[in-house]
């Protein structure tokens, strides 16, 4: 875990690949807990800190996030969410050409609990809600097969949301061992999600200074693209 900021209100911080970014009931290290660790290495005498997750990313994702360190923080961050002032953009390469270089996707997910996947169903189906994000095609190759570099800005916060979108548009992400089938079923080990947290802007709870960051993707499908 890399700190980006800190201060008594936030801590924002580079989320590693393979690491969970809520407690969960595994024993795989997550990201509160090692916030928390964090925190307690500075101020040892404080007691249990308070870390209030705003936003996830899978576990297979990396990049940049925000934490909150007091309920108020947590409180005025998980507003700006749903008021969808907090800016979230990612990178990402998907198999495949891409014609538009600007384009929406507009769609209902219905998500599977029990198998942990959520799909693209009809409007008005129960249960299905709507996800909706905005692209842009940054770079294209042909080798080792047409791909293409992505920036793209979400409008909402679904379970797999980018995944899903992409893969249900004829786009799948290069490493999706869920949703793209040339890597299901464990065939390309050692192939990492070619998604990425790439910026994080919002307004600082305390101050209401506009607060920005940025990290740079990690993993060989990018790499192809410098």
Not at 3 to 25: C, F, H, N, R, T
Not at 28 to 34: F, G, I, Q, R, T
Not at 194 to 216: D, I, R, Y
Request: proline share 5%; charged share 25%; hydrophobic share 40%.
């Amino acid at each position: 875990m890399e700190v980006l900021y800190e201060d008594k209100d936030i801590i924002v911080v580079k989320k590693p690949v393979g690491m969970e970014s809520q407690s969960s009931a595994s024993f795989v290290p997550d990201m509160v807990s090692e916030i928390k660790k964090h925190i307690h290495n500075q101020y040892p005498h404080a007691g249990e800190p308070y870390v209030g997750v705003i936003h996830r990313l899978d576990r297979p994702v990396g990049g940049v996030m925000v934490y909150a360190r007091t309920k108020k923080a947590a409180a005025a961050l998980s507003q700006q969410v749903q008021s969808r002032t907090m800016k979230k953009v990612y990178k990402a390469v998907v198999c495949g050409r891409i014609v538009d270089n600007v384009e929406n996707f507009v769609d209902y997910l219905l998500k599977d609990s029990r198998n942990n996947v959520s799909k693209i169903v009809e409007k008005g189906i129960m249960g299905a809600k709507r996800a909706e994000l905005r692209y842009r095609a940054v770079k294209r190759m042909e080798d080792p097969q047409p791909l293409t570099l992505v920036e793209i800005e979400l409008s909402t916060g679904r379970h797999h949301q980018i995944r899903v979108q992409f893969a249900g548009h004829g786009l799948p992400l290069w490493g999706d061992s869920r949703y793209n089938p040339q890597f299901a079923g464990g065939g390309r080990r050692g192939e990492s999600l070619a998604l990425w947290a790439w910026q994080l802007s919002f307004a600082h709870p305390s101050t209401g200074a506009v607060m920005a960051f940025e990290t740079e993707p990690e993993g060989k499908a990018f790499q192809w693209f410098l």
